[in-house]
């Protein structure tokens, strides 16, 4: 699923701002934060696509596991990739805040929303996407806020 989140995420920031569907890295220039980072699937892709993005996840684990994925790789990104480890909630300026599946794992949605709160501001695009509810079968529900 994380090709079709990437390329919903990608359709709808190329629309918001107005940015180059044809660009190798239409993303250039926007700062995003991927909340709920966890190995960095989705931090990965959006770095590849030229934006410069933030990584938080509440687990270490999962952070220095993303973090290996990238060292690993060897690859030259047209963005930039940060990972950090935060459990009470980070504040930053950026563009775009994509939450993907952070609390789609969690036993308790609402406690692991408030791990991974973080202080929004006007004019920050939120992109969030993550499997339905127990039951759906894994359908992927995508939604945009602004």
Do not use: W
């Amino acid at each position: 699923m994380t090709d079709t989140r990437v390329e919903f995420i990608r359709s709808s920031l190329e629309a918001h701002y107005g940015l180059s569907q044809k660009s190798s890295a239409p993303l250039a220039g926007l700062r995003v934060i991927d909340v709920g980072c966890g190995g960095g699937l989705l931090t990965v892709p959006l770095a590849r696509l030229g934006a410069n993005v933030l990584g938080v996840d509440a687990s270490t684990a999962n952070v220095a596991t993303a973090q290996a994925h990238v060292g690993d790789s060897g690859e030259d990104f047209p963005g930039t990739i940060e990972y950090r480890a935060v459990t009470a909630g980070v504040s930053v300026c950026v563009s775009v805040c994509a939450c993907a599946c952070a609390c789609g794992h969690q036993r308790d949605p609402p406690r692991a929303r408030g791990a991974h709160h973080v202080p929004m501001m006007m004019n920050v695009y939120l992109v969030c996407c993550c499997r339905g509810t127990r039951g759906s079968r894994g359908a992927l529900r995508c939604g945009v806020l602004f």
